[in-house]
């Protein structure tokens, strides 16, 4: 039995897929001479998110009236799930590394959202191989982003509370600066502050264009960070929260493929070419394009410790496993039938880290915290770690402990 599983994985693990991601990887190792255009890559972006979305809906028309509580209380499960997930990560880091409490805040953010990019390599791996799943998952994949924003926004308005300076030191942390006391006669002054904030917050409002390349490869400068400071649960933050790009792209997706199937329109039946055909080779570019970021951001571990790699490449797992338990106890608990890949797609959605909404979030919310780091670890440690050994390994974890959930 374990020589099957090994054989398994090895199959999955080299899958041309994958390989596409291996390459990508090595260019910056080898020192190629070649740029992937950014315009390109937010081109491909958008479609992935609409495909993915626009498929779902088709798949969400066709449920029952009678599996609508069913598939409500599985994405509610997901979102209490990566609820956890970010607070495990937080106290997680605390003993396995020596980052500062806004980083650690940050990354459990990332770590409690998800990830698009992850979630279609996981689809046409799953679909590759012949594992069938559940198609209305982009749903949970849309509800399972936010939780990490929230997760991130409450833990650093924690720290503000305690004492957090501008530099994002807190007061018993070696770095802190001393906040300079006003004096009773410089009220004008405050006003004039504050008006500054309103007019620096109404800037932000007016910045926040359609724009994915800030919010995927974001390159922040510290001075920059601090002019562009917003109130956290401002509207600008919430925004980023509820209506950023990528999860309106998502969400769009979704309600034009459900109200097209309910009109009898269904792209997945019609063997549409851009969105049907075209997917593969799209997510072919896509991950030879990540593994060249993933490849760069591994430079920004250096100073992060071995911890913080352990837990990048190792944490995953956890959560994902998580994932699958937590999910088999709800088909059992509800009688509910999930397909094979449900299950593993869900072990993604627990086990994968944002790096699309949460730098956007972290831009305007958090900049007290490291630019970097948080994106060192969800796409040079767990984006690759996920797609080339996790997704695989899911796979037979899942086969594993379907034996204890027979009736599942």
Not at 38 to 47: A, E, P, S
Not at 59 to 65: D, I, N, R, S
Not at 86 to 115: C, I, P, Q
Request: with cysteine; charged share 15%.
């Amino acid at each position: 039995m374990l020589y099957e599983l090994w054989q398994n994985f090895i199959h999955n693990l080299f899958k041309p897929l994958l390989l596409f991601f291996y390459f990508g990887f090595l260019i910056p190792i080898l020192k190629v001479r070649f740029e992937f255009p950014y315009v390109i890559y937010q081109g491909l972006t958008m479609y992935l998110l609409v495909a993915i979305g626009w498929q779902g809906g088709e798949e969400l028309a066709k449920v029952k009236p009678a599996e609508i509580d069913n598939i409500a209380g599985f994405v509610a499960l997901g979102f209490a799930l990566n609820f956890v997930i970010g607070a495990l990560t937080y106290l997680l880091l605390r003993y396995l590394t020596r980052l500062r409490r806004v980083d650690r805040a940050t990354v459990a953010g990332y770590y409690g959202s998800d990830s698009a990019g992850t979630f279609a390599t996981c689809v046409a791996v799953l679909t590759s191989v012949g594992i069938a799943f559940d198609a209305y998952m982009p749903v949970l994949l849309a509800f399972m982003e936010i939780p990490g924003c929230l997760v991130a926004l409450y833990l650093v308005a924690r720290l503000r509370h305690r004492g957090m300076d501008d530099s994002g030191y807190l007061p018993d942390e070696h770095g802190y600066t001393a906040p300079v006391k006003v004096g009773p006669g410089t009220a004008a002054q405050r006003e004039r502050a504050e008006g500054v904030d309103e007019r620096i917050e109404r800037g932000i409002e007016e910045e926040l264009e359609f724009s994915l390349e800030k919010r995927e490869h974001p390159e922040w400068d510290g001075d920059t960070l601090q002019r562009k400071k917003a109130p956290l649960f401002s509207r600008a933050i919430l925004q980023e929260v509820f209506l950023n790009p990528g999860l309106i792209l998502l969400v769009g997706g979704i309600a034009i493929g459900f109200i097209g199937a309910l009109q009898g329109q269904k792209v997945v039946h019609d063997q549409n070419e851009l969105f049907v055909a075209a997917f593969q080779g799209v997510l072919c570019l896509f991950l030879l394009e990540m593994g060249m970021t993933a490849s760069r951001k591994l430079r920004d571990l250096k100073l992060a410790g071995s911890g913080f790699i352990v837990f990048g490449l190792l944490a995953p797992n956890a959560f994902a496993t998580l994932g699958i338990l937590g999910a088999y106890c709800y088909a059992n608990l509800t009688d509910t039938h999930f397909q094979p890949g449900t299950y593993v797609l869900f072990a993604v959605l627990c086990g994968s880290a944002s790096y699309i909404t949460l730098p956007a979030v972290q831009r305007l919310g958090i900049p007290e915290a490291s630019p970097t780091l948080p994106l060192a670890a969800a796409l040079g440690l767990t984006f690759s770690y996920t797609v080339t050994i996790g997704i695989p390994l899911y796979i037979e974890i899942n086969h594993a402990v379907a034996h204890w959930f027979p009736s599942s």
